[in-house]
């Protein structure tokens, strides 16, 4: 008897150490699969065909969790009926009570079991007779079941072993699916970071180049994430003035990231032919209304400063107010009076923004965002106005460039996440600035070196056709004067006259206001007019000598000068503005 | 700038005197237009045009286009040295027949 005893459990283990032996071969089999590949449908439907034959079973379905665990889709199945694409509620069917309860289920013969759903076998035409149904689950992570139908041979009907092995089976199948998983997730999340560093790059383009030391603006941002939702930008126009802008999109996010790049493309388009703050913000406004993304929207100050005067002039769309120090260390905040941009579209094209008008002699603006007074200090409180007041003042002393370091290092500690995107705009008294500038751009109008030579004549005069033959008649005695034949004095009077015609007419746009200054000199050889005027800065681009093959009215001055001078060109914008034309006529 | 018109030999002469520039060449635009219009050659006489600038020549350009579209003759005569000049930086001397003397432009008509 204790041998028998003895003899029995250790025949059925020797008995099943045969098949045990056989589920080691296949778990090995299924393990190296799942190892060696990602392709994890491909990989499960070859596991499920190894367990159908091995279970020797008729047919079996594997299926995954979805919708948050609210339904299972049968993505592999093999056997007489096919249904994968199949999809159930989860707590639907056999395979339904299996996984909610996370337990194997053996039904012997569904007849008896009511939970047996008999849809399927109605539209297939398929008996099904027994079910072995267990749960894939790591941990507490359900993932889905593996189900199996009909026992061949024999009674048909599965046995608690055959639940056993495909309970071990199924654990197995489970972790490969979860590794799968997050490879995937890993491979996308690392395409996701390249992304974003190409976002980044892009929006760090978008920024302008560090200027040059002196320049009277200077720039930090220094993003909470990889990118960014606020921006500066300043440009040099083409008459000296410098447009600059600080803007803060709302949200952080990639979508904030993309609004701040638009946003930022149109002001520096559109600043470049609109050099008024309010003018250019409303054009701005109406830009980003036309396209907005609903609920976004951006802060913005937008300003002209012209650096040799110190004139600011600035339109604050809905953001921080910008504050002014003052030389002895007091501070005056600009506050906005106008909504952000993105809200309101304008009702008349027209519409400006409100502008405010300072002059920087020793002051200094400052625009920030409010991840700066928002920034939280190391003792856990937040920076706020009167914190970045304090730091401008003791770091008052240090260039520029080293004073907003040391604000930003204030908040960016590198001991906690960011809050907020930092960012920080310093505007400065720019005449020390222009002053070099100007020199280093070529003569000033004041002391242009080649104005040497003989001074022949200084004319001013009023912006008027009915001046024009006053001048004429000066050019004409002047060149008399010189000794110059008839033709040649007759020449240089249509040159000069077409030029102040230009003035006249273009430059002033026959407003019949301003002046123009008529200065002549004699050189080595030659005979060099100055026409100078006040106006606006004109488009040098667009004074081109018109085609004479094109016989038109019109715009036929400018080939005259060209034809008749000898050198014709603009001269960099004269201190003080406007435009001054520099004609030169050699003469023998 | 002063101007006269008349009508000899069933032409239409219009004589500039003075400067044409850019005060003036409103008048003498109005001026040959108004001539264009009468449907019957027009010459000008520009023998004492002490100075023509480019708005004064476009005058005489617009007055020529109208003149050919109304297919009526729009000739130059006597041009003085200073008008002649501006013509021919503008390229527009062989553009504009131009005739020795209002004499001679008017003999054509006639012939």
């Given at each position: 008897m204790n041998d028998l005893s003895l003899t029995a459990p250790a025949l059925t283990a020797a008995d099943g150490a045969v098949e045990v032996t056989d589920h080691l071969e296949l778990l090995a089999v299924m393990g190296r699969d799942f190892a060696s590949t990602l392709d994890i449908d491909a990989t499960i439907l070859k596991a499920l065909e190894h367990i159908i034959r091995h279970l020797h079973a008729e047919g079996g379905a594997v299926f995954l969790l979805e919708d948050e665990g609210r339904t299972l889709h049968c993505t592999s199945c093999v056997g007489a009926t096919d249904i994968t694409g199949l999809k159930l509620?989860?707590?639907?069917g056999i395979v339904g009570r299996s996984v909610q309860e996370n337990r194997g289920e053996i039904v012997?013969?569904?007849?008896?079991?009511?939970?047996?759903?008999h849809t399927v076998d109605e539209k297939t035409g398929f008996t099904t007779r027994s079910i072995l149904c267990a749960p894939m689950s790591v941990k507490d992570e359900r993932i889905g079941a593996i189900e199996l139908v009909n026992k061949s041979g024999g009674d048909g009907l599965f046995s608690q072993e055959d639940l056993q092995i495909l309970e071990v089976l199924s654990v197995s199948a489970a972790l490969a699916i979860l590794n799968a998983r997050m490879a995937e997730a890993l491979v996308e999340q690392e395409r996701v970071r390249r992304e974003l560093e190409l976002a980044a790059e892009i929006q760090r383009s978008l920024l302008p180049e560090a200027?040059?030391?002196?320049?009277p603006l200077y720039g930090v941002n220094v993003p909470?994430?990889?990118?960014?939702?606020d921006f500066y930008d300043f440009f040099v126009l083409a008459d000296g003035r410098i447009c600059f802008n600080l803007g803060d999109v709302s949200g952080k996010g990639m979508n904030a990231a993309l609004l701040m790049a638009k946003t930022a493309s149109i002001f520096r388009c559109l600043g470049k032919t609109i050099p008024e703050p309010g003018r250019l913000m409303s054009r701005v406004n109406a830009e980003v209304c036309e396209t907005a993304t609903r609920g976004m929207f951006v802060t913005m100050v937008g300003g002209v400063l012209d650096p040799r005067t110190g004139r600011v002039v600035l339109a604050n769309a809905g953001h921080e107010p910008p504050l002014v120090r003052a030389a002895d260390g007091t501070f005056t905040a600009i506050a906005a009076e106008a909504p952000p941009l993105g809200i309101a579209p304008p009702l008349d094209p027209d519409d400006t923004y409100p502008e405010t008008e300072l002059w920087l002699n020793d002051e200094t603006l400052y625009i920030f965002t409010d991840g700066v007074t928002e920034g939280y200090l190391s003792d856990g409180g937040t920076l706020e106005s009167s914190g970045l007041q304090r730091l401008l003042n003791d770091y008052s002393g240090l260039p520029v460039r080293q004073r907003l370091d040391k604000v930003v290092a204030v908040l960016n500690r590198g001991d906690n996440a960011l809050r907020d995107d930092l960012t920080v705009l310093a505007v400065e008294d720019g005449r020390i600035w222009a002053a070099t500038a100007a020199t280093d751009a070529g003569p000033a109008a004041e002391e242009v070196?080649?104005?040497?030579?003989?001074?022949l004549l200084v004319l001013e005069v009023?912006?008027?056709?009915?001046r024009l033959k006053l001048v004429r008649n000066a050019v004409s005695e002047t060149a008399t004067l010189c000794g110059c034949d008839e033709s040649v004095a007759r020449d240089m009077v249509i040159a000069v006259d077409e030029a102040c015609q230009n003035v006249i007419?273009?430059?002033?746009?026959?407003?019949?206001e301003g002046s123009l200054v008529l200065e002549i000199r004699r050189g080595d050889g030659e005979i060099v007019f100055f026409l100078r005027d006040f106006a606006n800065t004109i488009d040098?681009?667009?004074?081109r000598p018109r085609?004479?093959?094109?016989?038109?009215?019109?715009?036929l001055g400018t080939h005259f000068m060209r034809a008749v001078m000898d050198e014709v060109a603009f001269q960099p914008p004269p201190q003080g503005g406007g435009n001054l034309l520099k004609m030169t006529k050699r003469i023998a | 700038m002063n101007y006269e018109v008349r009508e000899e030999h069933g032409a239409v002469v219009v004589a500039l005197e003075g400067d044409v520039d850019l005060e003036s060449s409103p008048t003498a635009r109005k001026v040959l237009l108004e001539a264009v219009k009468r449907k019957a050659p027009v010459f000008v006489d520009?023998?004492?045009?002490s100075y023509i600038d480019s708005s004064g020549v476009a005058s005489l350009v617009e007055a020529l286009q109208t003149a050919r579209k109304a297919k009526t003759g729009f000739a130059l005569a006597s041009v003085s040295d200073a008008a002649r000049r501006v013509l021919e930086l503008a390229r527009l001397d062989k553009v504009f027949t131009i005739h020795g003397s209002v004499l001679d432009a008017l003999s054509q008509v006639k012939s």
């Open positions: 509620n989860s707590d639907q012997r013969d569904v007849a008896k079991d009511p939970n047996f759903n200027p040059l030391d002196g320049f909470a994430r990889k990118v960014s939702g070196p080649d104005r040497n030579g003989e001074e009023p912006a008027r056709a009915d007419r273009h430059a002033y746009g026959s407003t019949g040098v681009e667009a004074v085609d004479l093959d094109d016989i038109r009215p019109g715009g | 520009m023998s004492r045009v």
